[in-house]
C-alpha cells in the first residue's frame, strides 16, 4: 500500500519557520520521508520482532552465575544499618546490621528474640529471664531477680539494648559481647551473677543459698558509657535442700503403734516444705532423686530393756521396704539416737513422713533443753538434698 506524500507549501511553511535555512531543510526532511515505503517498514518491524525473540531466548538460556566468594572491603569506614553486611575489623568477621542498631558479628554472638509486655522499659545490660510465650511465638523476657523464687532454668542471657514496653520486640544477648554498658562498679576479669536484691542488676558477689547462683557474665572493659562485658549463662539444674526439726518431745499414747512424727522448725529449705496437719508431711516441689538423713533421740524412764523403730512412709500410705533402723534401751533416764538414711525417687508434690514407734511407752522422742556448755538437741532432725533431677 503506497503511503501518504508529506506536502507543505512554502507559504505555509513561512508560518512557523522564520528563516530560508529553516524552509529548505524542512523540504529535505518531506522528500526523504516520501522515499520510505510501508514495506519497508513492515520488514522493520519484523527483524525488530525477531530481534527481540532472540534475545528473550537467549536471556532465558543464561543461568544464574556460580559465585566462588565474596570480599568485603577491611577498612572503609562504614554506618550501622539494618540489612547491610560489612566485615568487622576488630572481631575479623562479617558483621549484620539489625535493629536497634544492633549488629551481630558471625560466629562470635548469638541473640534471643524477646518480647517486652512488663509495661515498663527494660534497659540494655538487664539480666533477663523467661516469663512465658508471647504474639507469634516470640519469648517474653523480664529482668530476672535470683532470690530463689525463679528456678535457675528461667535465665536466658543479657538485653542487647533498652527494649521499650508494651510488646515491642528485641534481641537479649546468650552468647557474645554486650558493648557501651555501665561496668564501672566492677573490675577486668570479674564474673557477674544476677543479683538476689535487683530485679536485672548484676552483681560481681556470688549469692549464696537460697538465692540462685548463675554466672552470667565475665567484665572485658570497665567504663560508664563504654563498658563491655562477654555474656555466657552457666545455667546448672537447681538442686532442692531442705532442713527440719522436733524441738518439744513427743508422749506415745501406745506400744506398738506407728505414728508419724511433727516438724516444728524449719531450719532452711528451698524447694521443699513441711505441710499436713499435723505438720508431718515433707513435699518437694519438683521430681528428682532425694537423700534423706534423719535421726531420732529416745529416752526412758524405766529400767527394763526397750526398743524403738524408726522409718520411712510414702505419701502417707506406703511404707518404705528395709527403711526402718531398731533401736534399744536398758537404762533409764539414758538417751539412744537412731539415725536413719534413705534414697528416694520423687514426683512433684510426692511427700514423705518420718515414722516411730515404741513397744514400751517408757521410751519416748526426747529434746534436751541448752545447757551452759552445749545448745539443745531437738528430739528429731531430718536433712532433705536433691541429688540428681
Known sequence: MAAKKLSLSRDQLATFLT??????????????????????????????????????????????PNIDYIDFAPNVPHTNKERRLVWDKADKTIEIGMEYDVTQSIGMD????????????????????????????????????????????????????DLPDSG???YCAVWGHVRNVDTSAFSVGDVLYPSPTV???????????PNNVIPIAAVLHVGTTDGEIFVRPTIQQQKYYGEF??????????????????????EIADGISVGG????????????????????QFSSTSANTKSAWVWYRLNGTTNYPRSAVVGTLASNNGYQNIPVSQFFSLNAGDYIELMWAVDDTTMSPT???????????????IEITQVQQ
Open 168 to 170: 515491642e520486640v528485641g
Open 245 to 266: 526439726s522436733n524441738s518439744t518431745g513427743v508422749t506415745p499414747a501406745s506400744a506398738n503403734t506407728a505414728y508419724a512424727l511433727a516438724w516444728d522448725n524449719t
Open 199 to 209: 530485679a536485672g542488676a548484676l552483681t560481681n558477689v556470688k549469692p549464696t543459698a
Open 19 to 64: 528563516t530560508h535555512e529553516q524552509i529548505k531543510q524542512f523540504e529535505d526532511l518531506f522528500a526523504s520521508v516520501d522515499e520510505i515505503s510501508t514495506d519497508t517498514i513492515q520488514q522493520l518491524t519484523i527483524l525488530g520482532d525477531l530481534a527481540i525473540t532472540k534475545s528473550n531466548l537467549a536471556l532465558a538460556s543464561i543461568q544464574k
Open 367 to 381: 529434746n534436751v533443753a541448752a545447757t551452759a556448755f552445749a545448745p539443745s538437741s531437738p528430739c528429731a532432725m
Open 110 to 161: 548469638s541473640y534471643a528474640r524477646v518480647e517486652n509486655t512488663t509495661g515498663t522499659l527494660i534497659p540494655k545490660g538487664s539480666a533477663v529471664g523467661f516469663v512465658g510465650v508471647g504474639a507469634q511465638n516470640v519469648l517474653s523476657a523480664a529482668p530476672y531477680l535470683a532470690d530463689g523464687s525463679t528456678p535457675s532454668l528461667y535465665i536466658l542471657g543479657i538485653m542487647a539494648h
Open 277 to 296: 496437719t499435723p505438720a508431718t508431711q515433707l513435699t518437694v516441689s519438683e521430681s528428682g532423686l532425694y537423700q534423706f538423713n534423719a535421726r531420732m
